[in-house]
T-cell receptor, first 113, second 110 residues
Framework: DAGITQSPRHKVTETGTPVTLRCHQT?????MYWYRQDPGHGLRLIHYSYGVKDTDKGEVSDGYSVSRSKTEDFLLTLESATSSQTSVYFC????????????FGSGTQLSVL | KQEVTQIPAALSVPEGENLVLNCSFTDSAIYNLQWFRQDPGKGLTSLLL?????REQTSGRLNASLDKSSGRSTLYIAASQPGDSATYLCAEYTGNQFYFGTGTSLTVIP
């Protein structure tokens, strides 16, 4: 299995609080992605990174920010959590972007009350 | 906006049966298509990746095909086993990002 660790695995928080999810990889892959998975919507891209300090928005980026200060770490921050951000969040990595396989972490179940 | 559709949403088959899962996509400028497996409470595992220049890929009992002109991909599972029970998702890559289908939940009955 690809070395991808997401933390925390589960989190319950209150509306309006900031939340940071962490993705750590040991594969030295260049590309890292954050997705959310919701029933009926499949996986949707939030943000992605194509190198240290190089990030771009996905289709559902509103209310989220990311940072990548090291190759191995990609952080997702919910600036002020809302109930609509209750979801399962997945981190994924790939060596050279879309032309190679995606490897996924085990996910973070986030509940915003 | 690209759309990826997987029908049916759920499928039950008896053990040993051969089966086909379907994936339809709208963007003919597809770079590649991946098939994934997702077990309950787990992340996705990539099964097969088909480049746009290829027509099919095989791994063990799995065979995936790609028809760009019709906007379709199929995942063929031979001699199904209870351990194949999972949700199978496809994703197209358009050169910008991946677009995922909502998956087919497969149950193989012993």
């Amino acid at each position: 299995d690809a070395g991808i660790t997401q933390s925390p695995r589960h989190k319950v928080t209150e509306t309006g609080t900031p939340v940071t999810l962490r993705c750590h990889q040991t594969e030295n892959h260049r590309y890292m992605y954050w997705y959310r998975q919701d029933p009926g919507h499949g996986l949707r891209l939030i943000h992605y990174s194509y190198g240290v300090k190089d990030t771009d928005k996905g289709e559902v980026s509103d209310g989220y920010s990311v940072s990548r200060s090291k190759t191995e770490d990609f952080l997702l921050t919910l600036e002020s959590a809302t109930s609509s951000q209750t979801s399962v969040y997945f981190c994924a990595i790939s060596r050279q972007g879309g032309n190679e396989k995606l490897f996924f972490g085990s996910g973070t179940q986030l509940s915003v009350l | 906006k690209q759309e990826v559709t997987q029908i049916p949403a759920a499928l039950s088959v008896p053990e040993g049966e051969n089966l086909v899962l379907n994936c339809s996509f709208t963007d003919s400028a597809i770079y590649n298509l991946q098939w994934f497996r997702q077990d309950p409470g787990k992340g996705l595992t990539s099964l097969l990746l088909i480049q746009s220049s290829q027509r099919e890929q095989t791994s063990g009992r799995l065979n995936a095909s790609l028809d760009k002109s019709s906007g379709r991909s199929t995942l063929y599972i031979a001699a199904s086993q209870p351990g194949d029970s999972a949700t199978y998702l496809c994703a197209e890559y358009t050169g910008n990002q991946f677009y995922f289908g909502t998956g087919t939940s497969l149950t193989v009955i012993p």
